[in-house]
């Protein structure tokens, strides 16, 4: 029995099934939280397929105002909850800049590890982009100095989040963003099963996994498909995910002509099996911290095409891979798909241990730990 547990805030803006909540999910299943009080607040509590294992577990959620526009009450209800809770470390994991300012409060009110931790490295395209990025950039110059640690998936990450003069000062941590390696390994008869299960069987498999954003490009996948399916009939495209673009994406393949040949799946508790069941894993990301889909993709020992803005720290093995810009026209980005039509998906490679979630989540266990 523990007496004095360490109390930890995890932040996040928005809690729901996406690649951070995987990363936060996976490492703390991975500690011994016995000797931790773990808080996960955010501005934004959604449906999310990993909050009820986590509540199983003791993890407690805590939502600030429901939205991440209404910034100065979430700093109202986070400065309430940083000095109620008295936490001994707060890990913020950002996206953006303006959440280093609660570094800041976290400083004033005695916390003694403050981790800033980005998974980022561009802003979503919206009206006020020009605006945010202009904020974000105030943000960081202001409030970097205040963490006692700067960690990131990337370094195009890094760069992204944290001021030069911090970075050439202290340089930063590199976190790769574990997954369980051996959960995702290869597994043909579980293949066989869901393609059964899917109705794919004698057909090919082009697959992706994420939100469905305009950050994920699930648009010229579409575009993609419809070229490929023109070739390889028996192509299927496997969407899996949720996200505000699910309409217009639905209304496009309807318009392509391609929508009985398209699987909108939702979300899923078990991503490994999807995976098995794919011929080829598509990520035309416009801007990705990391993209942890892609290290799963590689550890299912699936053959990869990924856009040019995905970091090289994602790329874990000697997989197969097409690199292209998510620019490209869409012809190009199918030509290297069919290419992998024909290749053979039970060959086995090694994979860059680093990425083993038992070692990542040890690291931060020990810092949450420390005094």
Request: hydrophobic residues 40%; aromatic residues 10%.
């Amino acid at each position: 029995m523990y007496m004095n547990k360490r109390k930890i805030c995890v932040y996040l803006q928005t809690w729901e099934s996406g690649g951070i909540e995987a990363f936060i999910s996976n490492t703390l299943h991975h500690m011994n939280l016995d000797k931790m009080n773990v808080d996960i607040v955010v501005d934004v509590m959604r449906k999310s397929v990993f909050t009820d294992a986590l509540q199983s577990r003791g993890v407690h959620f805590i939502e600030l105002s429901g939205s991440q526009h209404n910034i100065i009450q979430n700093y109202r209800l986070f400065k309430r909850i940083i000095r109620l809770r008295q936490y001994d470390v707060i890990h913020l994991n950002l996206f953006q800049a303006v959440p280093l300012v609660y570094l800041s409060l976290a400083k004033r009110y005695g916390v003694s590890v403050r981790i800033a931790h980005s998974h980022n490295t561009d802003l979503r395209k919206s009206f006020f982009r020009g605006l945010k990025l202009h904020i974000h950039n105030a943000a960081k110059r202001l409030f970097t100095r205040d963490a006692t640690q700067l960690w990131a998936c990337s370094n195009n990450a890094a760069q992204f989040m944290f001021s030069p003069e911090m970075l050439n000062a202290r340089g930063y941590q590199f976190i790769p963003n574990g997954i369980d390696m051996k959960r995702f390994r290869f597994n043909s008869e579980k293949r066989a099963q869901v393609r059964a299960r899917l109705k794919l069987e004698n057909t090919f498999v082009i697959g992706h996994i994420g939100r469905l954003c305009y950050q994920k490009n699930q648009e010229l996948l579409l575009d993609v498909f419809h070229i490929v399916h023109q070739q390889l009939p028996q192509a299927r495209l496997l969407l899996v995910g949720e996200g505000e673009n699910e309409e217009n994406l639905k209304e496009k393949a309807c318009a392509l002509h391609i929508d009985k040949s398209v699987i909108f799946y939702g979300t899923t508790k078990t991503p490994e099996e999807l995976l098995w069941s794919m011929d080829v894993f598509a990520f035309p990301s416009r801007f990705e911290g990391l993209g942890i889909v892609m290290v799963e993709a590689q550890a299912a020992n699936l053959p990869v095409v990924y856009s040019a803005n995905i970091p090289s720290e994602a790329v874990i093995s000697d997989a197969e891979f097409t690199h292209l810009e998510p620019s490209y026209d869409a012809s190009k980005w199918a030509d290297a798909i069919i290419k992998f039509s024909k290749l053979e998906r039970n060959i086995l490679r090694p994979l860059d241990n680093r990425y083993d979630i038992a070692q990542s989540s040890q690291y931060i266990s020990r810092e949450y730990l420390q005094d």
